[in-house]
């Protein structure tokens, strides 16, 4: 149900769900939530900041006592994580995941839930440097080149970078998307697969804009300025389903050479997350439903739409001409890699989420 379309449908079947997609067994589900310590608490002012600053995070028309509530266990929620597990970093954006979780759950599940995650889907972004986060953006580019390699050269030669896609995968696009149903409709279809598939979700954004990207002026600062901005008319079901294709098509497996020669925690984790058999079932329903959709395709002469993401294959020609352009810029590109590295060991210390 998760990964099919519409996902839950409903909170209530969320709250019987999502527990079970993450594998938090009954008795934990049950544990009334400890007391809070904030005095002397090194994370507790840069969380209060953070919570102070998602009141767009509630529903509108909530009333002000309501909200100061809920904003008082979203505090309590993170700071009781990060006790718990002294191995874990917060970062600003953590908050907007938590958030979603409370609005859905309650604090006594949000709670155990937001600690499962943390320590398996999130492990990577909540270490003490972005090195793993890093990892995980690398995917993004070897993903966007095997599907529209004009796209990828295009962003290439913008010299764009991931940064645009950092808010995207630390906050599951919670930061980023202003309706509550897309919200939780994206963390049910996370929930259910690969803890990287919010990378394979953010190429199939950039693919879907193929259009507007080419029309850009090819410079960082504009191309960067177009993809931040994430339209909120997306056809999520769309983009959902070409996400998993694209999994099934290119796993993480075969992109990890160009990604990175480092081992991604979440990704080394996921195996002994205890979800072996529960993650094979929607992964073999993304199987099967990209073949039913082969056969359709192929049934009704091949014919696609406008914004299909298809798997092209550059040409020879297309290669051989692109590594000769690369021999001739070797020397910028290693100072386009030098500047995208740079912004990334800045991004800790900017204001990321305005």
């Not at 529960?278 to 073999?284: G, K, M, V």
């Amino acid at each position: 149900m998760a990964i099919s379309e519409g996902g839950l449908l409903t909170d209530e079947i969320r709250c019987q769900v999502w527990p079970r997609l993450l594998n938090v067994p009954s008795h934990v589900l049950e544990q009334e939530p400890d007391t809070v310590e904030r005095e002397n608490n090194k994370d507790y002012n840069q969380v209060l900041l953070d919570v102070q600053r998602s009141l767009r995070r509630f529903p509108p028309g909530m009333p002000d006592e309501q909200r100061e509530g809920l904003q008082e266990e979203l505090i309590d929620i993170i700071l009781r994580v990060l006790k718990k597990n002294p191995q874990l970093h917060y970062y600003q954006g953590y908050h907007d995941i938590v958030v979603t979780f409370l609005l859905v759950l309650g604090e006594r599940l949000a709670t155990a839930l937001v600690e499962k995650l943390s320590t398996h889907h999130l492990r990577d972004f909540m270490d003490p440097t972005m090195d793993n986060t890093k990892h995980i953006l690398n995917y993004l580019m070897p993903i966007i080149e095997r599907v529209n390699p004009e796209v990828h050269d295009f962003m290439q030669q913008a010299e764009v970078g991931t940064i645009f896609a950092l808010s995207w995968l630390i906050t599951w696009f919670g930061h980023v998307l202003s309706d509550f149903r897309h919200v939780v409709r994206l963390y049910d279809f996370f929930l259910a697969c690969h803890p990287l598939m919010p990378i394979y979700f953010a190429a199939v954004i950039v693919l879907y804009r193929e259009e507007e990207v080419l029309e850009c002026e090819c410079d960082m600062a504009m191309v960067h300025h177009l993809l931040s901005q994430i339209p909120q008319d997306l056809p999520y079901e769309t983009l959902i389903s070409r996400a998993g294709d694209l999994f099934v098509q290119f796993p993480p497996s075969e992109l990890a050479r160009e990604a990175a020669t480092q081992e991604s925690t979440a990704a080394s984790t996921f195996t002994d997350f205890g979800l072996a058999s529960t993650q094979q079932r929607p992964d073999s329903v993304l199987r099967r439903r990209r073949r039913q959709k082969q056969a359709a395709l192929e049934s009704s002469g091949g014919a696609g739409g406008p914004n299909t993401v298809a798997v092209a294959r550059p040409s020879a020609t297309r290669r051989l001409m692109r590594l000769a352009v690369m021999g001739l810029t070797v020397a910028l590109g290693a100072a386009a890699i030098a500047v995208v590295n740079t912004a990334l060991e800045w991004a800790p210390k900017l204001d990321l989420f305005p």
